[in-house]
């Protein structure tokens, strides 16, 4: 993949692990984008793990004009993944895609924690952007 400028992103709809937004089968990636570019980032496929993260942080939130996101500043909106480098990957697969990642210990949206041991705990604090 070439270092020439390009964001991180997924094109998949919202998902949830339970409820009316599990019975279907999206495509893995609804839960397993993220993960994949941490771990070839890691593994030294792609870019270097900092540059790999600002294209998932703070230059997507720069590119579409998003105040007070996408980088931890004082003021801002705070959302954090904590994650092991050595074990982070993605679990979704196509017979089994409501799979969440392997390797994220936290997960803390708008300052709220959402992800605690790699368990769900049930707080959600995501907001629409307009």
Request: contains cysteine; proline residues 9%; glycine residues 10%.
């Amino acid at each position: 993949m070439s270092n020439a400028f390009w964001l991180a992103g997924s094109d998949a709809s919202i998902r949830a692990p339970t409820g009316p937004l599990s019975v279907d089968f999206p495509h893995p990636r609804a839960y397993g984008t993220f993960p994949r570019l941490l771990r070839a980032a890691l593994d030294g496929q792609t870019v270097p793990l900092p540059e790999m993260i600002r294209k998932m942080t703070s230059l997507p939130a720069d590119h579409f004009r998003l105040p007070g996101r996408g980088r931890l500043v004082p003021g801002s909106f705070a959302d954090v993944v904590v994650f092991d480098p050595h074990t982070v990957r993605d679990c979704a697969t196509y017979a089994d895609p409501h799979q969440f990642t392997a390797g994220f210990s936290a997960v803390i949206v708008n300052g709220t924690l959402t992800l605690r041991d790699g368990q769900f705990i049930g707080d959600r604090a995501g907001r629409f952007l307009a």
